[in-house]
């Protein structure tokens, strides 16, 4: 079978060659089938799973039922990277290292139990897991077609972010090296602007933002442009800047600071002689303005002296919903799949322009999508 140019082979494996050497380190990686497999490499995914999806994997096995097969490339020396397939390989290996236990009744597996690490299941459930055959397909071909090949096959899944995809587009010294900073649980990013920006660092906002900040919007030029590069300094050094700049300039935290386009008010004001304490007068006052319904514009306010945020009303939970729902939770600027909590109300026909907030006038907007659309 080929696709794109790449040659496709099935192969089966046992869960016990897959466990055998498995390595789980942060700096140097993820590895299993006995140091052939690179279960981690550069284009994947951090580990998403949550406990519920890790366990799920684990009750398929012990019940004989199918997992989805697996894609593993074939290197030139003979070794493995895991095209697609990381979360479920992750989990069995790491239930199989004792990293988490499972329900499980040894003598009636659909009936209730009690919760049990590998090592202490009976042999005979420890044996049912090793023995248990995976689905492999091995793909041949060039690093470009590869990295196509996993694209296909992920694109359909909903839960492929724009940001997990570019990774894989532009990969290179320069986004293993920005990853390290924005995209770990934990990392210096999150630790330092995680007052300021919203989603999640492993589901890559925190990278997203900031490249969207830099390079005012064209992330996958300013990717292109850097893919080579040995480091990720620049990016680093100007996301420091940007939360600097706003803690400087807006000393007194307020909630409503979580999730602003700061990176894009940094680029338009950063040379500007701003008064913080003015500023913090100006904030105060117009938040304790009844009349001022989304109390996130005050910032834009303050700055750009548009009020045009200030006073529209929000969007309804319900309305919000329905939208998504006839969207398909596809963002309608840039065509991205995502859940509904990750989208924002926008007015269509602007709220200073006479436009409603009613359902006829409202589009869920990806985040990115709508702090762009609000900074225009
Ligand atoms: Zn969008």
Same mark, same amino acid.
């Given at each position: 079978m080929t696709a794109r140019g790449l040659e496709i082979s099935p192969m089966q494996i046992a869960v016990r060659d897959l466990v055998e050497g498995y390595v789980n380190d942060d700096e140097d990686g993820v590895f299993g089938y006995g140091g052939r497999l690179?279960?981690? +490499? $550069?284009y994947q995914r951090e580990f998403i799973y949550g406990e519920k999806e890790q366990k799920a994997v684990i009750h398929s096995i012990l019940n004989g039922h199918p997992i989805n097969v697996i894609y593993w490339t074939v290197e030139d020396d003979g070794s493995h990277e895991m095209l697609d397939g990381q979360q479920r390989t992750t989990s069995i290996c790491k239930f199989h290292d004792g990293d988490f236990e499972i329900e499980v009744?040894?003598?009636? *597996?659909g009936a209730k139990g009690e919760v049990l690490w590998f090592h202490q299941l009976p042999d005979d459930l420890q044996e049912k897991i090793l023995d248990y055959k995976l689905m492999i397909y091995l793909c041949r071909g060039s690093a470009s077609m590869k990295k196509a090949w996993f694209k296909t096959i992920n694109t +359909?899944?909903?839960? *492929?972010?724009p940001q997990e995809l570019r990774n894989t587009l532009h990969h290179g010294p320069f986004i293993t090296a920005a990853r390290k900073k924005f995209?770990? &649980?934990?990392?210096a990013a999150y630790n330092l602007g995680r007052k300021y920006l919203s989603g999640s660092p492993i589901r890559q906002d925190y990278l997203e933002t900031a490249l969207d900040w830099i390079s005012g919007g064209d992330i996958d030029r300013y990717m292109k442009d850097n893919?080579?590069? $040995?480091?990720?300094d620049e990016l680093w050094e100007y996301f420091q800047n940007v939360i600097e700049w706003v803690q400087t300039t807006? $000393?007194?935290?307020? !909630? !409503?600071?979580? =999730? *602003? +386009?700061w990176g894009l008010f940094y680029n338009q004001f950063k040379d500007s002689d701003l008064d913080p304490a003015a500023l913090e007068t100006k904030i105060s006052s117009t938040m304790m303005? !009844?009349?001022? &319904?989304?109390?996130?514009g005050v910032y834009r306010y303050v700055l &750009? =002296?548009?009020? @045009? @945020? *200030?006073?529209k009303r929000a969007f309804s939970k319900k309305i919000k919903r329905e939208v998504y729902e006839k969207q398909k939770g596809?963002? +309608?600027?840039?065509g991205e799949k995502f859940d509904l909590k990750e989208m924002q109300a926008d007015h269509i026909k602007p709220w200073s322009k006479g =436009? @409603? &907030?009613v359902k006829s006038n409202c589009q869920m907007l990806c985040r990115r999508c709508n702090s762009r659309k609000s900074n225009k």
């Open positions: 690179n279960i981690r +490499p $550069p009744n040894p003598h009636n *597996l +359909p899944k909903k839960d *492929l972010r995209s770990k &649980t934990n990392c893919q080579k590069r $040995p480091d990720a807006f $000393p007194a935290y307020r !909630e !409503e600071m979580k =999730g *602003l +386009p303005d !009844e009349k001022v &319904t989304e109390k996130a &750009t =002296g548009e009020d @045009d @945020d *200030l006073y596809l963002c +309608p600027r840039c =436009g @409603d &907030t």
